[in-house]
C-alpha cells in the first residue's frame, strides 16, 4: 500500500529520474504540482506518459492527480479520491476500472520516498522509505480522465502494489511497485505485451531500499515540511521512560519501606512504656536494685548462723545451708526481687524462720557423738 510520499522534485527534473532523457518532453499543467513532503491523494503530482503519436515519439510531463476517478463515473457524483489511489497489480487484468487502461495508460510517478504505518495495537508508527543513495523512486501506475458536470476534464492516476518484499514484510504486506532500473521502465511505459508486465510487477528484493522511523505528525495532511523526514529514536525515548518509570517505583518501594520500619519502631516503643507504666505505675518511680545488693541478699540468705556452746567464746563457726530443690524457680526469683533489701535483713536478725529452715550441720552431728 502506498498512502503518502514525498515529491519535491523539480520539474526539470522528473524526466531524467524516469530515465526518459533521449526524446522529447511535452508538459502539460505543470503550473499546478506544489512540491511537498507530505503528499496525499487528492494532490497533484507530475506523470510521465507516452504521446499521443503528435509529439514525434516523445513522452509527455502532465500533472494529473492522485487518486483514480474511472471515465464511466457519472458527472454528478463528487469524486472520492482515496477510493481508489492504489490498484492491486495481480487483479488489474481482471477489474474493470483497470483492464481497459493497460493497453494504452500506463505512466510513470517519480517520488523521493514514501511512508508506512506500522499497526501496534492502537497506535501506528509512521516509516519513512527511500533508496540509500537519494535516487528517485519511480512507480508503475495507471491513468484516466473524467469530466465532470460543468465539463471541465480531469486527468487522474493509481499506483500499482504488490506484496511487500521479505524485508518489509515486517511493516506491511503491500508495497507499491519500484521500477528499479531502466530495463523495467521500458517495460512497463512502452511493452505491447500485457504477459511481459507480471515481469516488473514484482516485490522490489534489493538492499539499497532503506527505511527509518518518523514523526507521527505527519500523518496529518496538513503537516508538512522537513519534518516529514526527520528521523526519530522513537526506540530510545520508550527505553528511557521504562527505565524512569521502574527507578520511580524503586525509590517509592523504598520510602515505603522506611516508613513502615519508622512506624514499627515506635509502636514498639510506645507499647513498652505502656507496659511499664501499668506494672510500676510511672517510669520514674522504677527502682531496680544493683547487681551487687542482690548478691549480697543471696549470700546471707543462704547463710545460717550457729550458736556457739561457750558463751565467752566470741568467735562462732558459720555452715552455709544445703539449698532444697525448688518446684518453681521462677516464683522464688521474682519474690527475691519484689521483696526489699531491708526486709530481708530484717528477717535474718529477728530469725523468722529460722527453726524451720535450719538444717543439722556437719559439725553438729560429729559434737553430739
Known amino acids: 500500500m502506498c498512502g503518502r510520499a514525498r515529491c519535491t522534485l523539480r520539474a526539470d527534473d522528473i524526466p531524467r529520474a524516469c530515465q526518459r532523457t533521449g526524446a522529447p518532453v511535452r508538459s502539460v499543467n505543470m503550473d499546478r504540482y506544489r512540491p511537498s513532503y507530505n503528499v496525499s491523494p487528492g494532490s497533484n503530482l507530475p506523470v510521465v506518459c507516452r504521446g499521443d503519436g503528435s509529439d514525434g515519439g516523445g513522452y509527455v ?32 487484468g481482471e477489474k474493470a476500472s ?13 517520488v523521493e520516498g514514501f511512508f508506512e504505518w506500522r499497526k501496534d495495537g492502537s497506535k501506528k508508527q509512521p516509516y519513512y ?8 523512486l519511480v512507480f508503475a501506475a495507471l491513468y484516466d480522465s473524467w469530466q465532470n458536470s460543468e465539463g471541465e476534464i480531469l486527468y487522474t492516476f493509481t499506483i500499482l502494489t504488490t ?31 500485457s504477459s511481459k508486465f507480471d515481469i516488473v510487477l514484482k516485490p522490489y528484493d534489493n538492499s539499497d531500499l532503506v527505511w527509518y522511523p518518523v514523526t507521527p505528525a505527519m500523518g496529518k495532511t496538513s503537516f508538512d515540511g522537513p519534518e516529514c523526514i526527520k528521523e526519530i529514536n522513537f526506540k530510545t525515548e520508550d527505553q528511557s521512560t521504562i527505565s524512569k518509570f521502574f527507578s520511580r517505583k524503586e525509590i517509592k518501594r523504598e520510602q ?47 547463710v545460717s548462723i ?21 518446684a518453681d524457680s521462677n516464683t522464688v526469683k521474682r519474690e ?34
Not at 66 to 92: C, H, Q
Not at 98 to 110: D, H, T
Not at 284 to 292: A, G
Open 256 to 302: 515505603e519501606s522506611n516508613l513502615q520500619e519508622g512506624t514499627c519502631d515506635k509502636a514498639v516503643d510506645i507499647d513498652l512504656r505502656e507496659s511499664v507504666k501499668e506494672e510500676h505505675g510511672s517510669i520514674d518511680k522504677l527502682e531496680i536494685p544493683s547487681l551487687t545488693e542482690k548478691l549480697d541478699d543471696n549470700i546471707k540468705s543462704n
Open 98 to 110: 483497470f483492464r481497459r487502461l493497460l493497453p494504452k495508460s500506463r505512466c510513470l510517478v517519480a
Open 61 to 92: 510531463l502532465q500533472c494529473m492527480t492522485w487518486g483514480l476517478i474511472p471515465s464511466f463515473t457519472r458527472k454528478t457524483e463528487k469524486p472520492d479520491f482515496y477510493k481508489m489511489f492504489n490498484a492491486r497489480s495481480e487483479s488489474v
Open 163 to 193: 506484496s511487500s518484499s521479505s524485508a518489509l514484510q515486517w511493516l506491511h504486506d503491500r508495497m507499491p511497485v519500484i521500477l528499479g532500473n531502466k530495463e523495467a521502465v521500458d517495460t512497463w511505459l512502452n511493452g505491447s505485451s
Open 129 to 136: 522509505i527511500h533508496f540509500k543513495d537519494g535516487r528517485p
Open 336 to 369: 527475691e526481687l519484689q521483696r526489699s533489701p531491708a526486709r530481708k535483713k530484717a528477717n535474718i536478725k529477728s530469725g523468722v524462720g529460722g527453726d524451720r529452715d535450719k538444717q543439722p550441720t556437719l559439725l553438729s552431728y560429729f559434737s553430739k557423738r
Open 306 to 326: 550457729i550458736p556457739c556452746e561457750d558463751k565467752d567464746e566470741t568467735k562462732c563457726k558459720t555452715k552455709r545451708n544445703h539449698e532444697e530443690p525448688l
